[in-house]
């Protein structure tokens, strides 16, 4: 089993998640802040509603990371 080594959340109403969390301002910053991050034996999870437009931000993450 793998714990959650860093959580990184944005946007106006995401709640506190504690000290280890890390929150932006918006989605943009998120996309930008996730490259350097990408490493082979690294996952990512993703968590969003649809109101968020979710699959965007996948799809944005998937271009800046390649």
Do not use: C, Y
Not at 44 to 57: H, P, Q, Y
């Amino acid at each position: 089993m793998k714990e959650v080594e860093e959580l990184l959340t944005a946007g106006d109403l995401v709640a506190s998640f504690g000290k280890s969390a890390q929150h932006l301002a918006n989605v943009r910053t998120l996309i930008e802040t996730l490259p350097p991050r990408l490493h082979t034996d690294v996952t990512f999870l993703f968590k969003g509603s649809r109101g968020m437009v979710i699959e965007k931000i996948v799809w944005q993450f998937g271009q800046s990371a390649a």
